[in-house]
């Protein structure tokens, strides 16, 4: 018989967990919550200091009978629920539930699912964090209050089974302003010219910078037509060319958020489905009869990277494209006001499991979030990108054209797939004659700020 028991939210992560600790360990789940303020009244008294009236979740009384059961004479019972203010407050239901069958209570944190990682947070057991379960209180409490006082409004005024409440009131509102910004913009339009210029067999874009003096943008659409007509009698040249180089850091490893933006942006997932998908990964898939958990903690608004890790990925980079893809110092990126420094960016849990190794046991979902954590990860620990930028000048005697021109000198993290924005240019000379192929009126129109996405 099994002399400890270990409560985690969900099957599959008691699934990933069982299999690394020794035979003393039992593994149950919660299902999540068990224990909530009841739906059909406030539960708060606010006249005696807020304090909350907690119920067993209707449906959950099984779940917890269970759990009682299998923690009565235990040696010891250990709270492994995730490492924030949510997972700490089930593991405060959890024991003020189970304070009967057992008064030995013990929170293990971890934010990777690896065998090292939850065999670590077993030898430095601490007490739950009463700053972190008083927070969740808190949040949840203000949730209620202004939830129940609020949505019946809305059922009377708007339709009747509408949420309200601490986040959805802020997001209506940023909703709203948005709305009343865009009708009040007034788009403007000006015109500007384009042009294709030939030196030799090669042709290239420039656009009119100035004219007669003037900037080259244009009120009203015949003015820039009949600056058309001028220009096509002129005689271009290469009036300057300037060369320089610059460079582009790699972009940080994934907040929550950023993870939320990239995924909408490039894979077109909501943040709902990319943190389903997240929590999948998290917890651990069936790799080799093995479940695995693939990322660390997804909740999470820090850019703090375990050292341990660090030097995998280094060394990672090192053998895969050489010590000159890695950068003389790490870089720093700003934490936000307020990050959880305790926590991680989301990264693979081992650098060397690539996508292309893991993607036969994920779904086509699974391993394209993967992939996105994976490749930004990396990139985050390799060097800039240096570009060659060039900026050509072509004149005649009433305008004057601009070309520029943008070329990978070393491609740094880029070398994970993104090639950057190249712009091709001729080899051009100073004082060298350029042909007039064509040229064209454009018109630029002003647009309001858009609309919010899902994840923005």
Not at 71 to 97: F, L, Q
Not at 306 to 314: E, R, Y
Not at 426 to 454: A, C, M, Q, Y
Request: aromatic letters at 10%.
């Amino acid at each position: 018989m099994s002399k400890y028991l270990v409560i985690v939210e969900s099957p599959t992560k008691a699934k990933t967990i069982v299999g690394m600790l020794s035979k003393d360990f039992e593994v149950a789940s919660s299902m999540g919550h068990i224990i909530d303020l009841p739906s059909n009244c406030l539960a708060i008294d606010i006249e005696k200091g807020f304090v909350p009236s907690y119920k067993v979740i209707r449906g959950k009384e099984k779940i917890l009978l269970l759990l009682k059961k299998k923690a009565k004479n235990k040696e010891a019972v250990y709270i492994a629920t995730d490492p924030d203010r949510e997972g700490e407050a089930i593991g405060w239901h959890i024991k003020n539930s189970l304070a009967q069958e057992n008064d030995k209570f013990y929170r293990v944190v971890f934010h990777e699912i690896t065998e090292e990682a939850v065999k670590e947070a077993f030898t430095s057991p601490r007490e739950l964090d009463t700053s972190k379960i008083n927070a969740q209180q808190a949040r949840r409490l203000l949730d209620r209050i202004v939830g129940y006082y609020l949505s019946p409004f809305l059922w009377k005024k708007v339709v009747r089974g509408l949420s309200a409440g601490r986040v959805q009131s802020v997001a209506l509102r940023f909703i709203v302003e948005r709305e009343e910004e865009i009708k009040r913009f007034v788009p403007k339009t000006t015109y500007g010219i384009e042009a294709n210029f030939r030196v030799n067999k090669d042709s290239f874009k420039a656009k009119l910078v100035s004219f007669k003096g003037k900037k080259g943008v244009f009120e009203r659409k015949e003015e820039a037509e009949e600056a058309i007509a001028i220009l096509k009698q002129d005689r271009f040249l290469v009036k300057d060319i300037k060369k320089k180089k610059t460079k582009r850091k790699p972009p940080p490893p994934f907040t929550t958020s950023l993870l939320q933006q990239e995924a909408f942006n490039k894979l077109k997932f909501t943040s709902k489905k990319t943190m389903l998908i997240a929590q999948r990964l998290y917890e651990g898939v069936e790799i080799n009869k093995e479940m695995v958990g693939l990322i660390t903690y997804m909740r999470t608004d820090s850019f703090r990277i375990a050292d341990k890790a660090k030097l995998q990925v280094k060394g990672f980079i090192k053998e895969r494209w050489g010590e000159d893809y890695l950068p003389e110092k790490e870089y720093k990126y700003k934490e936000k006001k307020g990050a959880q420094l305790a926590h991680e960016a989301i990264r693979p849990t081992a650098v060397d499991r690539e996508p292309l190794v893991v993607e036969k046991y994920l779904t086509s979902d699974e391993v394209k979030l993967y992939t996105l954590i994976w490749k930004r990860f990396v990139a985050s620990f390799m060097k800039e990108a240096v570009f060659e930028d060039t900026k050509v000048e072509i004149g005649g005697k009433a305008g004057i054209f601009v070309s520029e021109g943008r070329e990978v000198i070393f491609d740094g993290f880029l070398k994970l797939g993104d090639r950057g924005e190249t712009k091709f240019l001729p080899s051009l000379e100073k004082g060298e004659e350029v042909i007039l192929e064509n040229i064209r009126v454009v018109e630029h129109t002003t647009k309001p700020p858009p609309r919010f996405t899902d994840a923005s």
